[in-house]
């Protein structure tokens, strides 16, 4: 049993190694595929700059700290707007999928506001509290809250019936069933809103940057465009692309230690 297992682990480690390695491949290729297609002429480097230039460019950015700085900013707001919403909306989603009655009541607003894109209610929110950060962090907390209330909901009713008459069966009863039974139960589907509502908290960061901002990625993204710097323009996507994907995968790694029977399920599955 002993080298069974030692033998599945060690499977396990290698099929790691060989995802890695194939997800770094695309990137690579992209880059390489880009480089000759600027080499041959087929790409203008004013308009789109080789990576051969956009490196350097890029390192003198981050050396001269005016991108740190748009990053900061960038990283203030996505971290404030997402922590704003995380413990109110898996709260009111837990709320709603055990409660029918509140379910009933609240759910078409929920849908209704599901359905609003979160940028155009900017104006109004500009209306109100006027132009200033409060206005920025209120309008990218909207999208991560609504869609993290709609999953956690939808967590709680996915629950298998089965598993929980598993657990009243055992004696988990009240806060027990709860805290033993339902809430591991839907924690995967709330992990999934999170990294869902994370990844568009940080869409709605950047086009509230476009639109209302001095500082941040967004603004930094702005300033490019009308300045017709490629180069800016270029290594402010790059930035933005290498943020989203370690924040993604940061959340699902926490969510794997959280969680070690899906990363073990996961594993068996693949």
Do not use: C
């Amino acid at each position: 049993m002993a080298s069974r297992s030692v033998t599945i682990e060690g499977a396990a480690v290698m099929a790691r190694r060989q995802a890695s390695w194939r997800a770094l491949l695309s990137p690579v290729m992209v880059i390489l595929v880009w480089e000759l297609l600027s080499a041959a002429g087929v790409l203008r480097p004013n308009y789109v700059p080789p990576p051969s230039q956009l490196g350097p460019h890029l390192l003198a950015l981050l050396a001269g700290g005016e991108l740190w700085r748009h990053l900061l900013a960038t990283l203030y707001r996505l971290g404030l707007s997402f922590m704003f919403a995380l413990i109110p909306a898996v709260l009111l989603g837990l709320s709603l999928g055990m409660s029918r009655s509140a379910r009933l009541a609240l759910e078409p607003l929920l849908t209704s506001l599901y359905a609003i894109p979160k940028i155009a209610l900017l104006p109004l929110v500009m209306l109100v509290l006027g132009v200033n950060e409060r206005t920025l962090i209120f309008t990218s907390t909207l999208t991560s809250f609504v869609q993290m209330t709609v999953s956690t909901m939808g967590g709680v009713l996915a629950v298998d019936r089965i598993v929980l008459e598993a657990g009243k069966n055992y004696g988990a009863t009240g806060w027990r069933l709860f805290r033993y039974v339902l809430f591991p139960s839907a924690l995967p589907d709330i992990f999934t809103g999170m990294r869902i509502g994370l990844s568009l908290t940080l869409v709605l960061v950047i086009a509230v940057e476009l639109t209302a901002a001095q500082e941040g990625l967004g603004a930094f993204l702005w300033t490019a465009g009308q300045t017709f710097s490629a180069k800016n323009l270029f290594s402010a996507f790059i930035v933005i692309g290498v943020l989203g994907l370690t924040l993604t995968y940061g959340l699902e790694r926490i969510g794997n230690w959280l969680m070690p029977w899906r990363e073990r399920s996961s594993a068996a599955m693949f």
